[in-house]
């Protein structure tokens, strides 16, 4: 069975395993929707009261939001494996992993396809798709395959991130807050356009986690505007590349972590 | 008054065993308040008409919310569910004391003692740490002497407050039993009309007026505005008087509910 099918198997297995909570799985997606539904009434009074932001739009800095609302939400579904792993390591769950004939990494990915996920991917789509008609953006057919390519790129960088992560947790065998700087701290940085913060915050989210380079850049191509930092038009259409690259150095230093683990023999 | 100093001093030592978790919170929250800092800023370089908040004084905002956000009533308790749960709560009857003191005990322990923990290097990094890095103007300002005395006033009614809306939560766990529906609805409500999401006085001229008569002001709106001096004068009093107010309507609110509830309860042989 090659990985693929397998991967199917476990995700659709642990879908049917909540399904079996259908009224649980609909007030927990309903709640989540209240909730981050709330967060984006902060930003639209804020422009109610402002007016813009250094020259941005309402309906632009949907665009942001969105995209990086709806590439959290579907990364926080699939990669529910990683970020519960330290729970794994203590209980010693992780040894039965290590005695598949399977990858770890398929293995935990296929641990749980979290349906709760929803409310936010919903309000995250909401938000898109008013971007999508309100911020006047000129669609082309390479303009809707880099939007696609940025949000599944973004997936990567999270995902990448997760993985982080669960790998500290060889070590320290109990999950960091300090994660979610990354993560959470993520999301809500890029929620507004790169270049009203501080160099230091940009070039952390540039260079060292490159989640500009799957919300911010692609955003600036699909808006088609001038960039406020003069980044060059042809770096905005290959920034997503950044996020397979980013996933891929971060699986490496999951292998290293995985010949580390000893086991807690709990 | 020694049964209800025993029991908030109990959950008090249960909870400060947990130092490592609230310090690694820390420098998530002082990450989390940096980039909210920063996009009030690009907010306030681009108005067009002055704003009804100073920027210095939505920093101070900012910082607060930081330092105090685990006293807000977000959720119910969850050994208090159980007990509910498991009919535990009976035994609770037999104790020679009133059960809502008890329960507002407990509520008031579960508050503050995580409160502490994390808003008192909240504040040491927010006054002092941020002007040695060179961000002097994002520091937490220290408050007028007149604000000071104001905001202490203040703080205590929120304290009450918080703890007033969290028993009442806690009492309707006796009819639903999961509290999870309600614990959606009060953490939406609280985040929304308290200030934590953005300071009330940026929200739209015409919500004003609404905003500042929800029990929710006074949970973190008022105040953070009596620190900063956006309230002042008369108007502290004014808001102390809509604080307490609150309280006292939802105590006897609570009190009368959980006279309701303990009538439902059945207790179970064996």
């Known amino acids: 069975m090659n990985a693929w099918r397998l991967y199917r198997r476990y995700a659709a297995a642990s879908m049917r395993g909540q399904l079996q909570y259908r009224a649980s799985i609909v007030m927990a997606t309903f709640a989540t929707l209240l909730q981050t539904g709330i967060e984006f009434i902060g930003v639209w009074a804020l422009f109610d009261r402002f007016g813009q932001v250094a020259g941005w739009t309402l309906p632009e800095v949907a665009l942001f939001y969105g995209m990086i609302s709806v590439t959290w939400s579907l990364c926080d579904a699939i990669g529910r494996g990683f970020d519960a792993f330290d729970g794994m390591v203590r209980g010693g769950d992780f040894d039965r992993l290590l005695l598949r004939p399977r990858s770890t990494v398929l293995q935990l990915l296929g641990h749980e396809f979290t349906l709760r996920r929803a409310g936010r991917l919903l309000q995250g789509a909401v938000v898109l798709g008013y971007a999508i008609t309100a911020a006047g953006i000129a669609w082309t057919v390479p303009r809707v395959l880099l939007l696609v390519a940025a949000i599944a790129s973004g997936v990567c960088v999270f995902l990448g991130l997760l993985v982080l992560q669960a790998t500290s947790a060889f070590w320290t065998t109990e999950a960091l807050e300090v994660w979610n700087v990354f993560t959470y701290g993520g999301v809500t940085m890029s929620q507004y356009p790169l270049a009203i913060y501080r160099p230091w915050l940009r070039q952390l989210f540039t260079y060292v986690i490159p989640l500009a380079c799957v919300c911010y850049l692609p955003g600036l191509a699909i808006l088609d505007r001038i960039d406020p930092l003069g980044v060059p038009e042809v770096a905005r259409w290959l920034a997503p590349a950044a996020g397979p690259v980013f996933l891929a150095l971060c699986l490496c230093v999951w292998r290293i972590g995985v010949r580390h683990y000893q086991s807690t023999g709990s | ?270």
Do not use: K
């Not at chain 2, 209800?4 to 990450?31: D, E, H, S």
């Not at chain 2, 290097?121 to 007149?146: H, N």
């Not at chain 2, 905001?151 to 028993?167: D, H, M, N, R």
């Open chain 2, 1 to 270: 008054m020694t049964p209800y100093l025993a029991i908030v001093g109990a959950r008090f030592r249960m909870l400060l065993q947990y130092r490592a978790a609230a310090l690694a919170g820390l420098g998530t929250q002082v990450f989390f308040g940096l980039v909210l800092i920063m996009v009030y800023e690009a907010f306030y370089r681009s108005a067009r008409v002055v704003p009804p908040i100073a920027f210095g004084q939505i920093v101070s905002y900012v910082w607060l919310g930081q330092a105090l956000f685990a006293m807000l009533p977000w959720n119910t308790d969850r050994e208090w569910r159980s007990m509910v749960r498991s009919g535990a709560i009976v035994y609770e009857l037999c104790r020679p004391v009133d059960l809502y003191g008890f329960a507002f005990a407990r509520e008031l322990a579960r508050r503050t003692a995580p409160t502490l923990l994390r808003a008192a290097p909240m504040v040491v990094v927010a006054t002092l740490v941020l002007p040695a890095i060179g961000l002097p103007e994002w520091r937490l300002v220290a408050p007028q002497p007149a604000a000071a005395i104001g905001f202490a006033a203040s703080f205590a009614c929120t304290l009450l407050l918080a703890c007033t809306i969290g028993v009442l939560v806690n009492i309707t766990v006796i009819w639903t039993l999961s509290g999870a529906g309600i614990t959606t609805l009060l953490t939406t409500a609280v985040t929304l009309f308290s200030g934590m999401l953005i300071p009330l006085p940026l929200f739209p001229d015409w919500a004003q007026r609404a905003l500042a008569w929800s029990p929710f002001a006074g949970l973190v709106d008022l105040p953070f505005r009596i620190y900063t001096g956006h309230i002042a004068g008369a108007d502290v009093a004014l808001a102390l008087a809509r604080q307490l107010g609150w309280t006292l309507v939802l105590v006897a609110f609570g009190r009368w509910l959980l006279g309701r509830g303990l009538r439902r309860v059945v207790v179970q042989g064996g």
